[in-house]
């Protein structure tokens, strides 16, 4: 009897928290930058990834990494 009623008690309070928990949820979309720099004869290419969190409007700038020669 007991273990039941705490059952219930336990999903009234997962549904009371899932909704705001769902509503509050954010996302990423990520992107990358692309620069030609002179590593190499000729100039190298490289590129980062930014990625921007919302609804928080936080942005990530990664490092850059060497994509070879070429630009």
């Known amino acids: 009897m007991r273990t039941t009623s705490l059952l219930g008690i336990g999903d009234r309070i997962l549904e009371i928290l899932v909704p705001k928990t769902t509503a509050k949820a954010s996302h990423r979309v990520c992107r990358y930058e692309y620069r ?28 850059w990494t060497d994509m070879g020669c070429g630009c």
């Open 36 to 63: 030609c720099v002179r590593s190499c004869s000729g100039g190298g290419r490289q590129r980062r990834r930014i990625c921007t969190w919302y609804p928080e409007g936080d942005v990530a700038y990664f490092p």
